[in-house]
T-cell receptor
Framework: DAGVIQSPRHEVTEMGQEVTLRCKPISGHNSLFWYRQTMMRGLELLIYFNNNVPIDDSGMPEDRFSAKMPNASFSTLKIQPSEPRDSAVYFC??????????FGPGTRLTVL | AQSVTQLGSHVSVSEGALVLLRCNYSSSVPPYLFWYVQYPNQGLQLLLKYTSAATLVKGINGFEAEFKKSETSFHLTKPSAHMSDAAEYFCAVLLGGGYNKLIFGAGTRLAVHP
């Protein structure tokens, strides 16, 4: 069984550039979560989709961040324009039960 | 509002010694509680969960946790540490009210010495 797939695994970009992170959830899972992990703030939930619909985006830090889930097998998290303080590891997780969340390997973003 | 507090950001044990990682929760309703493990450069992996069934929950890799309502605790234990247990461990509580949102603690980094 393939787990949650995230791409790219590493991204280095310059301030002001657009960044797009991608996630493919586990097949059959109907909930998808985007998290950000930093040393300062720990693990934060950015946005949560259920059946492709955004349910809670209260964790999205600013309008520079946007997320979409056009279908059950794909989601994107976009940052435009990116800033150095956006440097973090971004995780995608999916769930079918609403309880057990399965995490992807993460994307390490560095904004110079 | 639900929250969790992990006591001790770093814990160090010798190989073969007892592992005890502490988690206290705050919840206005019967909580669902979780422990996740994160190995270096990897995503989080579910170790075990409490969903109001048995208070002693057994998970993977020999870990277990006991839900104690009177102490509002859900501490993680393992009788004998192995070098491969070195990782970061996160306690989490599920936000209720129909939201499948996990609230994570700050994490405890476990080091295991030979």
């Amino acid at each position: 069984d393939a787990g949650v797939i995230q791409s790219p695994r590493h991204e280095v970009t310059e301030m002001g550039q657009e960044v797009t992170l991608r996630c493919k959830p586990i097949s059959g899972h109907n909930s998808l979560f985007w998290y950000r992990q930093t040393m300062m703030r720990g693990l934060e939930l950015l946005i949560y989709f259920n059946n492709n619909v955004p349910i809670d985006d209260s964790g999205m830090p600013e309008d520079r961040f946007s997320a979409k889930m056009p279908n059950a097998s794909f989601s994107t998290l976009k940052i435009q324009p990116s800033e150095p303080r956006d440097s973090a590891v971004y995780f995608c997780a999916s769930s079918s039960s609403g309880l057990d969340q399965f995490f992807g390997p993460g994307t390490r973003l560095t904004v110079l | 509002a639900q929250s969790v507090t992990q006591l001790g950001s770093h814990v160090s044990v010798s190989e073969g010694a007892l592992v005890l990682l502490r988690c206290n929760y705050s919840s206005s309703v019967p909580p669902y509680l979780f422990w996740y493990v994160q190995y270096p450069n990897q995503g989080l992996q579910l170790l075990l969960k409490y969903t109001s069934a048995a208070t002693l929950v057994k998970g993977i890799n020999g870990f277990e946790a006991e839900f104690k309502k009177s102490e509002t605790s859900f501490h993680l234990t393992k009788p004998s540490a192995h070098m491969s247990d070195a990782a970061e461990y996160f306690c989490a509580v599920l936000l209720g009210g129909g939201y499948n949102k996990l609230i994570f603690g700050a994490g405890t980094r476990l080091a295991v010495h030979p």
